[in-house]
């Protein structure tokens, strides 16, 4: 089945201790999308590829990077994650045009201890 | 930017009853999606619905664009269906922005 992969899953790290978090997906959509969920809130855009244009929602922090080696992958650095970086964080992709939807990875949980 | 809002915010119910939440958005979007969030986290698609209605098993949804509010309707609600449900606009700007609802939290019992 076609679908977007996230790991791992459940990430711990360290208070300012580098971090990645992956995502690839074999459904061969031009745009690949992350956000992050804090608890009891809507998931919040951080940034998204449409190809290998990068596009930065204007009030992601800096400390939040990513890369986008290829068409199926597409990685999240934080980093120095701080306390208040803890959360789920989604990948997601679509195809190109404005009547695509949008799939969802299960999502990988951080940890900052 | 686009507003969209949810309604309830929490709903429980006893297995078997049926409900209806509501989403109310601002602005005209090219479309609007409803997923589930189950407990583990994994946001589900449900519907991709700019207007008309869709049916999927117990699970439908109504979008009336003109009037900008879409409605997702559970009948014989399962303790399955227990998590949050969230509604989204969607417009373009170099790939499918979307605006999401506060959420409506279900909790089914058996």
């Known amino acids: 089945d076609a679908m977007v992969i996230q790991n791992p899953r459940y990430q711990v790290t360290q208070f300012g201790k580098p971090v990645t978090l992956s995502c690839s997906q074999t459904?061969?959509?031009?745009?690949m999308y992350w956000y992050q969920q804090k608890s009891s809130q809507a998931p919040k855009l951080l940034f998204h590829?449409?190809?290998?244009?990068?596009?930065n929602e204007a009030d992601t922090p800096d400390n939040f990077q990513s890369r986008r080696p290829n068409t199926s992958f597409c990685f999240l650095d934080i980093r120095s994650p701080g306390l208040g970086d803890a959360a789920m964080y989604l990948c997601?992709?679509?195809?190109?045009?404005?009547?695509?939807?949008?799939?969802f990875g299960p999502g990988t949980r951080l940890t900052v201890l | 930017g686009i507003q969209v809002e949810q309604s309830p915010p929490d709903l429980i119910l006893q297995e078997g009853a049926n409900s209806t939440l509501r989403c109310n958005f601002s602005d005209s979007v090219n479309n609007l999606q409803w997923f589930h969030q189950n407990p583990w986290g994994q946001l589900i698609n449900l519907f991709y619905i700019p207007s008309g209605t869709k049916q999927n098993g117990r699970l439908s949804a109504t979008t009336v664009a003109t009037e900008r509010y879409s409605l997702l309707y559970i009948s014989s609600s399962q303790t399955t269906d227990s998590g949050v449900y969230f509604c989204a606009g969607v417009y373009w700007n170099a790939g499918n922005m979307l605006t999401f609802g506060g959420g409506t939290r279900l909790m089914v019992k058996p």
């Open positions: 459904l061969n959509h031009n745009v």
């Open positions: 997601a992709t679509s195809g190109s045009g404005a009547y695509n939807e949008q799939f």
């Open positions: 590829y449409y190809d290998k244009d990068f596009n």
